[in-house]
C-alpha cells in the first residue's frame, strides 16, 4: 500500500525537485499538493506548483492555493534566492491544469477526515502557515496525522535568512510553534543536513543530459539556485533542502539524527524564528522531534537520479 502524503509547498526551485521526486515514486500516492506564500506569493506558489505537475506529466495531482500571507506577521519572500518567478532556471510553459476551487487548508481538514487515521503524513516544505491553520480551524484533525516530515529550521548551521533563524520557521514562527507543539510525531530536516545535500557539476551534468524533459529541467533549476549559496557559503554546489523530505520518507536510513526537544523562538529580538534545539539534552523538555543531521550524500543523489530518470 503506498503511502499516502499531502506536500505543502512554495516552490522555489528545491521545492520542485522534491516534488518530482515525489510523483517519480510509486512508493508514495500524492493526495494533494497545497501551495503557501513563502519563497514568492502565492499566485506565483500556486502557479509554479502547477507547473510542475504538467511538467512531470501528472496532471491528475490536484494544486490548492493556501494562505496568501503569515497567521500574524507581514510576508517576507526570498526571490533573492528563488527569483522572480521562484522558479527561475528554466521556462515552462503556462499551464493548463487549473488551481482547485478548495482552498488548500479545507483540502488538509478534509482529507485528514476521510482517510484512516493515521494513515496520511503531511510535508510541509515551505512555512508552516497552511498547517497551523488547519489545526486552528478543525483541531479533531491533529491526532489523526500519521506524521510531519518537514524542512525547515537549524541549530548547528545557523541561520540562512536571519543569523538564527532558517527561512521557513522565520517566515511564520507562530505557526512552527503552534505545529512543534501539536504532539504530532515530527521528522525535522533541517539546513544542519540539507547544507550537505549538495549537488556536484557532474550530477548536474548527468541531469542536463537525461534524455526526458524533467532531467533538464532539474540541471536549469540547480544552476540557478545554487549562486545563493555558492555566494554565501562558498558552497561547491546547490543544497537540495526539500528534496531530503521525500528522501527521508523512501529511504530514512540515509539519514541520521537524534530525538530530542525543539522549541521555536517567537519574540526574541535578535532570535525570532530560531529553532532551539536541545541537542546535548540539557533541558528537562520532552523530545518532540526527531531532528536530523546527517545525510548518505551519494546515496540521496543516487536516488534523486534513480527516480528523476522514471520521469517524462
Ligand atoms: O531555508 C530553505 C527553505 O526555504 C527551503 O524550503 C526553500 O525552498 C525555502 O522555502
Ligand atoms: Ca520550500
Redesign the pocket.
Known amino acids: 500500500m503506498a503511502q499516502k502524503i499531502i506536500i505543502d509547498?512554495?516552490?522555489?526551485q528545491?521545492?520542485a525537485v522534491?516534488i518530482l521526486l515525489a510523483l517519480a515514486s510509486n512508493e508514495l500516492q500524492v493526495l494533494g499538493i497545497t501551495a503557501v506564500a513563502?519563497?514568492v506569493p502565492l499566485a506565483q506558489t500556486q502557479l509554479n506548483a502547477r507547473k510542475i505537475v504538467e511538467l512531470a506529466g501528472r496532471p491528475d495531482v490536484p494544486v490548492f492555493a493556501g494562505c496568501e500571507r503569515p497567521l500574524s506577521r507581514n510576508l517576507v519572500t526570498a526571490e533573492h534566492v528563488h527569483g522572480k518567478t521562484g522558479l527561475d532556471g528554466i521556462e515552462l510553459p503556462e499551464p493548463a491544469v487549473q488551481v482547485q476551487a478548495e482552498h488548500g487548508v479545507d483540502f488538509i481538514v478534509r482529507t485528514l477526515r476521510e482517510e484512516d487515521a493515521g494513515s496520511v503524513t503531511l510535508v510541509p516544505?515551505?512555512p508552516l502557515t497552511n498547517i497551523a491553520e488547519a489545526f486552528r480551524r478543525a483541531p479533531d484533525i491533529i491526532e489523526r496525522v500519521q506524521q510531519i516530515v518537514l524542512?525547515g529550521g537549524a541549530y548547528f548551521e545557523v541561520g540562512n535568512i536571519t543569523p538564527a533563524a532558517e527561512?521557513?520557521i522565520y517566515v511564520d514562527p507562530e505557526a512552527a510553534a503552534e505545529v512543534f507543539a501539536s504532539g504530532i510525531p515530527l521528522v525535522v530536516l533541517p539546513l544542519d543536513v540539507t547544507h550537505s545535500a549538495l549537488t556536484s557539476a557532474d550530477w548536474v551534468k548527468h541531469m542536463a543530459a537525461l534524455p526526458n524533459r524533467c532531467g533538464p529541467a532539474v540541471a536549469g533549476w540547480t544552476d540557478f539556485f545554487e549562486r545563493f549559496d555558492k555566494e554565501k557559503y562558498g558552497s561547491l554546489g546547490a543544497p537540495l533542502?526539500?528534496p531530503c523530505t521525500i528522501a527521508w520518507i523512501l529511504q530514512p536510513d540515509l539519514f541520521k539524527g537524534r530525538h530530542i526537544n525543539v522549541e521555536i523562538e517567537t519574540t526574541g529580538r535578535f532570535t525570532t524564528g530560531m529553532t532551539v534545539a536541545d541537542w546535548w539534552r540539557v533541558s528537562d523538555r520532552a523530545p518532540n522531534a526527531l531532528f536530523l543531521r546527517e545525510v548518505d550524500r551519494d546515496g540521496l543523489f543516487a536516488l534523486l537520479s534513480d527516480r528523476i530518470a522514471r520521469l517524462p
Do not use: K, Q, S, V
Not at 9 to 12: A, H, M, N, Q, V
Open positions: 509547498t512554495d516552490p522555489g528545491d521545492d522534491a513563502g519563497n516544505i515551505g524542512m527561512f521557513n533542502h526539500d
